[in-house]
């Protein structure tokens, strides 16, 4: 299957500081790519839609100058978690799907653990 | 708004019994999907399920959808103790991979 790949896997950071996670499609183009969280033994909840040379599309609730989203090529999508707070600390995952008629399926990458001391 | 609603959330059960997790939706959709989530990690896809009356198998795992009940049915047989994950089913009502996912079942197998 296609492989979504993010980057990094973990971070800490310290509070009020930002940190920047990247997610790549590596063999396909995806003009959307979708951001969730995962609070410890929860489900993931739909952040925001990244959009291809243009603003992201944000979910209730979902601060957007909070959570910025750039998504300045087809292969790559990053969400910075700008002035971070130990709320913040979560498991953030990245999905694309390569969009064809008989390839529905949305690829997922490997997660990204934030832990905001 | 979409609902997915998973039921049990929570199923221990003893290796060799048959179970199955039931996925309920709110909105018209014929495409659903089932993931593994282990501890720690990421999504794994199980199936994907595009049409009314489809069934997938995959070793001890198969997964059925019904888009007039809206549900879908991910049966366990005979499980093994490596089965113990968290299974999610989720749904994309609107064809753009914008995917909604039920809370999960946490799946405890018992050697």
């Known amino acids: 299957g296609a492989v979504v790949s993010q980057h990094p896997s973990w971070v800490i950071c310290k509070s009020g500081t930002s940190v920047k996670i990247e997610c790549r499609s590596l063999?396909?183009?995806?003009?959307?790519m979708f951001w969730y969280r995962q609070f410890p033994k929860q489900s993931l909840m739909l952040m925001a839609t990244?959009?291809?040379?243009?603003?992201?599309?944000?979910e209730q609730g979902v601060e957007k100058d909070k959570f910025l989203i750039n998504h300045a090529s087809l292969t790559l999508s990053t969400l910075t978690v700008t002035s971070a707070h130990p709320e913040d600390s979560s498991f953030y995952i990245c999905?694309?799907?390569?969009?064809?008629?008989?390839?529905?399926?949305?690829?997922f990458g490997q997660g990204t653990r934030l832990t905001v001391v | 708004e979409l609902k997915v609603e998973q039921n049990p959330l929570f199923l221990s059960m003893q290796e060799g019994k048959n179970y199955t997790i039931y996925c309920n939706y709110s909105?018209?959709?014929?495409?659903l999907y089932w993931y593994r989530q282990d501890p720690g990690k990421s999504l794994e896809s199980l199936f994907v399920l595009l049409s009314n009356g489809a069934v997938k198998q995959e070793g001890r795992l198969m997964a059925s959808l019904d888009t007039k009940a809206r549900l879908s049915t991910l049966h366990i047989t005979a499980a093994v103790h490596d089965l113990s994950a968290t299974y999610f089913c989720?749904?994309?009502?609107?064809?753009?991979?914008?995917?909604?996912f039920g809370k999960g079942t946490r799946l405890h197998i018992l050697p």
């Open positions: 989720a749904v994309d009502i609107n064809r753009d991979d914008k995917i909604i």
């Open positions: 990244s959009n291809e040379g243009s603003k992201a599309t944000y």
């Open positions: 999905s694309a799907s390569p969009g064809t008629l008989t390839n529905a399926e949305a690829f």
């Open positions: 909105t018209t959709s014929d495409r």
């Open positions: 063999d396909f183009q995806a003009t959307t």
